[in-house]
């Protein structure tokens, strides 16, 4: 899909005098970008009145950028309707759980069920995918902007109305949907459609499998506003590829990319984990697993450039070198695109504090500089990143329906992130992945707490295990039927035989007290949740050391799958050590610096704030080095 490597930024001709223009223009070429994305957030430029378009000024940049040997991405504008648009039409508002109507004044203020908007939506992707469809350079579309980010439930009317009929598509009868509901409990009984409602404020808990539907539709909601405007693209210009800018929650990005996108693309900002410490940043890439997961190839749509902040927050300014270390990040984990948000700091809006590569003055500075280092790098090397991939020994198992059942029973905390980045910051390279149709590329695959499952499921997991695979499963899981239900059936329900072992006790645990696992002399913490197992085919290869559960069996292993009957929060190094047995990993030279394997050539980040001692020849720099400086990056050839 994507031949050359695209490094670029955002630009918003909107927000300068017209006469800059052709002078912003030839200054993001002579940055080094090849490509600029334009024109997301422009709705009431192209449209001042209903049905008068206007995209001039839009059309002058795109006509300037081809001058100027630059490709395009245009965005489609609908995440922030017109004044006139919900002033003439407000049932295009989207309501809270209270019924509190979103004002105009902010962004995606819609809702995604709205015939009217949706409506409205169309008509403005087609105006603007014919007009533009004359220029060889617009290469791809954005699709709306970070759907879901400021909001991602809606409780309107028309969501109402929609959330009805995707229940009656997909249960037939009222009778059917009360059965899988279990709606006898409460008196919840529904006697027809027309009284069912999103899940708005109630006086307790709401019944979990009316939620988890809820939460699935929202999903399939946002899909099908976004492939409305999919369909009309590819209608005009079928050869330019059509994107998404992720990764928020609600919404099932797997689903989303087979049948609306032809790649996925994530907005990196590492800044917000790196302000909570040192290395922090390098938490960024369990985003990016996850969007390499749903798309092979993606695209970094916005890359951090500078300080980041919303009126009521300002995020840290990056040092030198962290843009870079940042760039190569998104890279190193997929990306075959860097666009860097953005070009220069608006003077005004709500984003006054998001500041770009250029101040508000707009004047060269550091980071201005750090960039043409970036892009003169890439220029010699980017092609490597197209051809060579990262690989992963290791994977993660996640499914959007088994998010939406934690949301409707959140006492269980999903722990996959801490286990990710355990494994990440030892360096042992990880995937996510959404199906378990191709994992005989890998060596591990982790299943955690996935509570819905199915006999399929356990086959895929037995057939991997007797192919030599080691399948690591912990506690909670295979527990529920597709209602979110609990399954009649000892726990670990349908992975009983596959782990030969069943929950014969099991414990919330309190906050006071601490409860650990012992296994070949090494103790790790169990937290939140334990189950204390039997086993029956399988042997005990873990033991709880506290109080009753004190020398109960914690993990079983049967073949090459174990079970972990507990839940982790503040460390998930038992996984790194399980996996250690049975995958051959080399020890990092030191904790914050990450390295990767691509093909011939070997890369090393150094995400700590001290130099790293490392010697070779860096094919970035093109000249030798001794150490890693903090926040560096190198690239030598492989023996």
Not at 13 to 40: C, S
Not at 290 to 296: F, M, Y
Not at 369 to 389: M, Y
Not at 569 to 582: E, G, R, T
Request: proline fraction near 3%.
């Amino acid at each position: 899909m994507i031949k050359e490597f695209l490094i670029g930024c955002c630009y918003y001709p909107e927000h300068w005098d017209e006469t800059n223009m052709e002078n912003d223009i030839i200054r993001i070429k002579d940055l080094g970008f090849n490509t600029v994305r334009m024109g997301e957030f422009s709705w009431s430029i192209f449209e001042k009145e209903e049905g008068c378009f206007d995209f001039s000024l839009l059309e002058k940049a795109v006509r300037l950028a081809e001058k100027n040997n630059l490709y395009v991405i245009l965005g489609t504008p609908t995440a922030a309707p017109p004044r006139w648009l919900t002033e003439r039409y407000p049932d295009v508002l989207c309501k809270n759980s209270d019924g509190i109507v979103m004002s105009h004044g902010s962004r995606q203020h819609h809702n995604h069920t709205s015939e009217v908007y949706l409506r409205f939506c169309a008509r403005i992707t087609e105006e603007m995918a014919k007009t533009f469809s004359r220029f060889k350079n617009v290469i791809g579309w954005q699709i709306d902007n970070e759907l879901n980010c400021h909001r991602n439930e809606s409780y309107a009317e028309s969501d109402d109305i929609a959330f009805r009929k995707w229940l009656k598509d997909k249960y037939g009868n009222i009778e059917a949907l009360n059965q899988a509901w279990g709606t006898c409990f409460w008196s919840l009984d529904f006697n027809d459609f027309s009284q069912i409602e999103c899940p708005k404020r109630t006086t307790t808990h709401k019944n979990p499998s009316l939620v988890t539907d809820y939460y699935l539709f929202l999903s399939d909601s946002v899909i099908n506003y976004a492939a409305i405007q999919a369909k009309i693209i590819k209608k005009y210009m079928p050869n330019a590829f059509v994107t998404h800018n992720g990764y928020f929650a609600n919404l099932d990005y797997k689903k989303l990319t087979d049948e609306c996108l032809d790649l996925l693309s994530f907005d990196s900002y590492p800044m917000f984990f790196e302000q909570k410490g040192i290395a922090n940043g390098r938490q960024a890439e369990y985003r990016l697993a996850q969007t390499r997961g749903c798309s092979e190839q993606f695209l970094i749509l916005e890359q951090q450039s500078g300080p980041g902040g919303q009126l009521s927050y300002l995020l840290p300014t990056p040092v030198p070198g962290q843009i870079r270390l940042w760039t190569y990040q998104s890279i190193l984990h997929g990306a075959v695109g860097v666009l860097y948000f953005r070009y220069r700091t608006a003077l005004f809006g709500a984003e006054q504090l998001w500041y770009g590569i250029y101040d508000h003055d707009g004047e060269e500075n550091y980071r201005s500089r750090e960039i043409r280092q970036i892009t003169e790098e890439i220029r010699r090397v980017g092609n490597v990143f197209l051809k060579e991939r990262k690989h992963a020994d290791v994977a993660i198992y996640n499914d959007y329906h088994n998010d939406c059942r934690r949301k409707s029973e959140p006492f269980f905390e999903d722990d996959s992130r801490l286990i990710f980045n355990t494994l990440n910051g030892k360096n042992v390279s990880t995937d996510i992945v959404y199906n378990l149709d191709d994992l005989e590329k890998y060596k591990v695959i982790i299943i955690p707490h996935i509570a819905i499952a199915d006999e399929m499921f356990e086959q895929k997991l037995q057939k991997f295990a007797d192919n030599g695979g080691v399948v690591i499963i912990s506690a909670k899981s295979g527990t529920k039927d597709k209602n979110a239900n609990y399954l009649p059936i000892k726990n670990p329900g349908w992975f009983r035989n596959l782990t030969g072992c069943y929950v014969d006790w099991f414990t919330a645990l309190p906050d006071h007290t601490k409860q650990f696992v012992e296994m070949d002399n090494k103790r790790y913490p169990a937290e939140i949740y334990c189950e204390t197992l039997q086993i029956e085919g399988s042997s005990a290869v873990g033991y709880y050391t506290e109080g009753f559960c004190r020398d109960k069996i914690a993990m079983a292993k049967k073949g090459n799958v174990y079970y972990l009957g507990f839940f982790c929060k503040n460390s998930a190094d038992v996984y790194y050590d399980i996996i250690a047995k049975h995958v051959n990993i080399a020890t990092p030279l030191d904790k914050n610096l990450e390295e990767f394997a691509l093909g011939n050539y070997k890369m090393y980040l150094n995400h700590g704030d001290a130099a790293v001692k490392c010697s070779g020849y860096d094919l970035l720099c093109e000249k030798s080095f001794t150490e890693i400086p903090a926040y560096g990056v190198v690239m030598i050839g492989r023996e």
